[in-house]
C-alpha cells in the first residue's frame, strides 16, 4: 500500500485560526509551539512547519491584526524545538528574495546538525516594494525576476552545503551567477542528512516548475479529488525533463480536518467554525482584499457590490494580491447568484481550505482514498486552534490510518529524508 505522508503547519496565519474559542491559547509562548511539536511527533508525523512573513500586513491603512502578529522568527523556533523532539522534521519558511544564500544556508545547516538531520527549508518569493522596505535593497526585484533569483539561491545554497566533503573535509567554495557573486570557505560541515530537504509553496505555472527542477516537496493547495489528481499529474510529468523520478517530488496539499462522533455531528461542526473564522467583520476585509475597494458600508449579510474590482489598488499591503480579481469577482458572483447567498455566505463557500469533514473513520478513508489514486502524497495539516487542535485528530484518525497499513506506527529512520523516502543527495564537490 502507497505510504502517506503527514506534516502539523502551525496554525495563525490568514485566518484559520479561531482566536475566540477559549481553548486558543498565546502564538507567541513556546509552550504553544511545543504542544503542537509533541503531538505531531506522537502522531509519528514528517515534519512540522511554521510560516513567516517579514513585514506586519496592511489593510487601508492599518496593521492586518487578523493575522499573526509578533510571530517569533522561524529557525530560532525550530533550534529549540529540537532539543525537545527526536524524530520530527522541523520546517521553516525562509524568503529567498530578502537573504542572502552563504547566512541562510549556515543557518539551516546548523538546525541539520543540532536536529541530527531534521532540518527543511520551505523557499518562498516577494516581488512587493511593501516588504522590501524593511530591507538595503527595497523592492527592486521585479516579479519575473522572482523564481530565476530563488533557483539561483537554492542552487547555491546546494553549493555551499557541498563545500564539506561525506568524510568531513572543507574545500573552498565559489559561485558567480546572475544574482550571486559569493566566495570563500563554508564554516559548517555537511549535514547528517546531506542537505536539509528543500520545499515550495505555489500553485502557478512558475512555482510548478521551480518544484519540479529543485524541491523535494511541494505544499499546494487544491479543492476536489479531481483538482488533485490533475495538479499531481501535471507535476509528476515535469521531473523527467531534470532527470528526476516522481517519487523525488513529495506532493503536500494544505488542508484542515473537522472530526465528529458522526458525519453529520462532524459537519455541524465545520459550519460552526467556518462562522467563527468569517465574522462579518472579516467577510469585508476578505471582499475588499478582492475588490481593492474600501467596502466597510456594505451589509455582511447583504449582497455583493455591483462595483468593479480596483486591480492596481494598494488598499491591502504585504499580503498575495489577487492575481485576477475580474475573474474572481465574476466566479463569487455567479455563485451567490445561484445558491442566493450573501456577502458572508459567499466568502465562507468561496475561500475555505480544502477539508476533510466527517467521522474518523471516514476521515480516515478518505485521506487514504486521495493518496491511493495520486491527488497526493500526504497532506499538510492545518489546525483551526492554538496549539491543541492536532491533538484529536492524532489520537482518533491516526490508529486507524496505521490499523489500514497506510501510515507509519514507528520511524523506521532517523532524518527527515528517511521520513520522506528521499535519497540522500549525492555529493558534488
Do not use: C
Amino acid at each position: 500500500m502507497k505510504q502517506m505522508h503527514l506534516a502539523a503547519h502551525f496554525p495563525g496565519v490568514n485566518s484559520t485560526t479561531v482566536w475566540a474559542d477559549p481553548r486558543s491559547r498565546s502564538q507567541i509562548d513556546f509552550a504553544s509551539f511545543e504542544h503542537l511539536a509533541r503531538t505531531a511527533e506522537r502522531g509519528r508525523f514528517d515534519f512540522f512547519f511554521l510560516a513567516e512573513g517579514l513585514r506586519l500586513r496592511e489593510h487601508n491603512g492599518r496593521i492586518h491584526d487578523l493575522d499573526v502578529v509578533g510571530r517569533p522568527e522561524s529557525l530560532t523556533v525550530l533550534n529549540a524545538l529540537a532539543a525537545v523532539t527526536d524524530r520530527l522534521g522541523l520546517a521553516a519558511t525562509v524568503n529567498a528574495t530578502f537573504n542572502e544564500p552563504y547566512e541562510l544556508a549556515r543557518r539551516l545547516a546548523t538546525l541539520d546538525h543540532l536536529s541530527d538531520g531534521r532540518a527543511a527549508w520551505n523557499v518562498v518569493t516577494s516581488s512587493d516594494a511593501f516588504t522590501g522596505e524593511n530591507f538595503r535593497r527595497g523592492g527592486y526585484l521585479d516579479r519575473a525576476d522572482r523564481y530565476t533569483r530563488a533557483a539561483e539561491f537554492v542552487a547555491t545554497a546546494r553549493e555551499l552545503w557541498d563545500a564539506w566533503t561525506p568524510d568531513g573535509t572543507s574545500r573552498p567554495f565559489a559561485h558567480s551567477g546572475q544574482h550571486f557573486e559569493v566566495s570563500g570557505e563554508f564554516t559548517v560541515p555537511r549535514s547528517p542528512q546531506g542537505h536539509p530537504v528543500v520545499i515550495q509553496a505555489g500553485d502557478s505555472d512558475e512555482g510548478r516548475e521551480f518544484a519540479a527542477s529543485a524541491a523535494d516537496v511541494i505544499f499546494t493547495r487544491h479543492g476536489t479529488l479531481e483538482a488533485g489528481r490533475i495538479f499531481y499529474a501535471d507535476v509528476k510529468e515535469r521531473l523527467a525533463k531534470y532527470g528526476r523520478q516522481p517519487d523525488d517530488l513529495k506532493i503536500m496539499p494544505g488542508v484542515t480536518v473537522v472530526l465528529g462522533d458522526t458525519d453529520a455531528e462532524a459537519q455541524e461542526n465545520a459550519a460552526e467554525i467556518r462562522r467563527q473564522q468569517v465574522s462579518p467583520q472579516n467577510a469585508i476585509l476578505a471582499l475588499e482584499q478582492v475588490w481593492g475597494r474600501d467596502l466597510s458600508s456594505y451589509d455582511p449579510d447583504g449582497p455583493l457590490p455591483d462595483i468593479e474590482p480596483d486591480p492596481e489598488s494598494g488598499l491591502v499591503k504585504g499580503r498575495v494580491r489577487v492575481a485576477d480579481p475580474l475573474a474572481v469577482v465574476a466566479k463569487w458572483r455567479a455563485l451567490s447568484a445561484a445558491k442566493g447567498l450573501s456577502i458572508r455566505r459567499t466568502v465562507i463557500e468561496s475561500t475555505a481550505r480544502q477539508s476533510f469533514i466527517g467521522s474518523p473513520q471516514s476521515v480516515a478513508a478518505e485521506l487514504e482514498r486521495f493518496v491511493a489514486t495520486d491527488a497526493a502524497d500526504g497532506f499538510i495539516l492545518v489546525p483551526q486552534l492554538t496549539p491543541g487542535g492536532l491533538d484529536d485528530f492524532v489520537d482518533r484518525v491516526v490508529p486507524l490510518l496505521q490499523e489500514r497499513g497506510a501510515f507509519r506506527s514507528e520511524y523506521t529512520g532517523s532524518t527527515l529524508r528517511s521520513h520522506l523516502g528521499l535519497a540522500e543527495p549525492v555529493w558534488k564537490g
